[in-house]
């Protein structure tokens, strides 16, 4: 399997990924990458981490492994559209506001997925909160437990198909998306403030997985724009770039287009209108789970020769 050197979209145990984050600089190291980056959902990188006992910082244990690493936030944005997320790189971690977010996301996510799971439970979809979300069963077969606010969606999603009721967890998040009924509007940050956020913050602000996103985007006050015209008011906002390249295969992408004629058009509709384009695998090591056709570091990104023409955006 063709590898890019340089994945800028990854995930760890500190959101819905399923490797530590020494575990993800491990692995990274022996596929040959030159450059990853951890950006897990609504909450702040890991500036450090133990290594045999000892506090390390995370980027210099990467260094030792021949790796740099860009650390990020997946800022899961506005509460009525599904899967707007902007990558944000490059942060000044300590700001206050970006402590605030990631508290005002964790009470959002604590409340939002407990109503959810007595929501499925109600109409039909038995899933017990404590027993098949908070509680798990790891790669080694021990039960382990989450935090409440460290539940992400996906966990959910993950116990419906568990349970079989439905194949994978793609199948699950599409179930709950497109059924009124089940899917539970939790308050997310508005894009643009997420925007602004990051450029407050000193950070680089990516948009991820654009085709992600519905080609036509209905508010309940009426508004509606098509995909285009969405992204052209993130534009006007303040984005800095586009994720090209991702394993739309992989995900819940619901449209016909291969992921290269995604990445062609992207490419061609946006060139000029933000200042680059990325990509990465949106990594979670699903395949400790089990998951069918996992996603793998490094299947979605972009060159090193890229990556050094906007080096200066993510280090």
């Given at each position: 399997?063709?590898?890019?050197?340089?994945?800028?979209?990854?995930?760890?145990?500190?959101?819905?990924?399923?490797?530590?984050?020494?575990?993800?600089?491990?692995?990274?190291?022996?596929?040959?990458?030159?450059?990853?980056?951890?950006?897990?959902?609504?909450?702040?990188?890991?500036?450090?981490?133990?290594?045999?006992?000892?506090?390390?910082?995370?980027?210099?244990?990467?260094?030792?492994?021949?790796?740099?690493?860009?650390?990020?936030?997946?800022?899961?944005?506005?509460?009525?559209?599904?899967?707007?997320?902007?990558?944000?790189?490059?942060?000044?971690?300590?700001?206050?506001?970006?402590?605030?977010?990631?508290?005002?996301?964790?009470?959002?996510?604590?409340?939002?997925?407990?109503?959810?799971?007595?929501?499925?439970?109600?109409?039909?979809?038995?899933?017990?909160?404590?027993?098949?979300?908070?509680?798990?069963?790891?790669?080694?077969?021990?039960?382990?437990?989450?935090?409440?606010?460290?539940?992400?969606?996906?966990?959910?999603?993950?116990?419906?198909?568990?349970?079989?009721?439905?194949?994978?967890?793609?199948?699950?998040?599409?179930?709950?998306?497109?059924?009124?009924?089940?899917?539970?509007?939790?308050?997310?940050?508005?894009?643009?403030?997420?925007?602004?956020?990051?450029?407050?913050?000193?950070?680089?602000?990516?948009?991820?997985?654009?085709?992600?996103?519905?080609?036509?985007?209905?508010?309940?006050?009426?508004?509606?724009?098509?995909?285009?015209?969405?992204?052209?008011?993130?534009?006007?906002?303040?984005?800095?770039?586009?994720?090209?390249?991702?394993?739309?295969?992989?995900?819940?992408?619901?449209?016909?287009?291969?992921?290269?004629?995604?990445?062609?058009?992207?490419?061609e509709h946006y060139?000029?209108?933000?200042?680059?384009?990325?990509?990465?695998?949106?990594?979670?090591?699903?395949?400790?789970?089990?998951?069918?056709?996992?996603?793998?570091?490094?299947?979605?990104?972009?060159?090193?020769?890229?990556?050094?023409?906007?080096?200066?955006?993510?280090?």
């Amino acid at each position: 399997m063709y590898r890019y050197d340089c994945d800028l979209h990854c995930h760890t145990v500190r959101s819905d990924g399923n490797d530590t984050p020494q575990e993800f600089i491990d692995k990274a190291a022996e596929c040959g990458m030159k450059v990853v980056a951890i950006t897990d959902h609504d909450i702040e990188p890991p500036i450090y981490i133990s290594v045999d006992n000892k506090k390390i910082s995370t980027v210099d244990y990467a260094a030792s492994k021949g790796i740099e690493l860009v650390l990020g936030y997946e800022f899961s944005c506005d509460t009525y559209v599904d899967d707007v997320h902007i990558l944000g790189y490059k942060l000044d971690w300590n700001n206050p506001l970006v402590k605030e977010e990631v508290e005002r996301e964790k009470e959002s996510k604590i409340n939002a997925y407990r109503d959810l799971c007595k929501l499925l439970t109600e109409n039909g979809i038995s899933i017990d909160y404590e027993k098949d979300v908070l509680q798990y069963v790891d790669e080694d077969g021990s039960i382990k437990y989450r935090k409440k606010e460290d539940v992400q969606r996906k966990h959910i999603f993950e116990a419906i198909a568990k349970k079989g009721y439905t194949s994978t967890w793609q199948e699950a998040k599409l179930l709950v998306r497109d059924n009124p009924k089940l899917n539970i509007k939790r308050r997310k940050i508005d894009p643009f403030d997420a925007i602004k956020l990051i450029k407050d913050c000193g950070g680089t602000a990516v948009l991820a997985h654009p085709f992600l996103i519905d080609e036509i985007i209905k508010y309940p006050d009426g508004r509606s724009y098509t995909r285009d015209e969405y992204i052209n008011r993130l534009i006007e906002h303040g984005l800095d770039g586009i994720e090209a390249r991702y394993t739309y295969s992989k995900t819940s992408y619901k449209g016909n287009l291969s992921r290269e004629e995604i990445e062609n058009y992207v490419n061609e509709h946006y060139k000029g209108k933000v200042k680059f384009f990325t990509g990465g695998s949106d990594y979670h090591d699903d395949e400790k789970k089990g998951v069918k056709n996992p996603r793998y570091i490094g299947e979605a990104g972009i060159s090193y020769e890229e990556f050094n023409k906007i080096r200066e955006y993510f280090i």
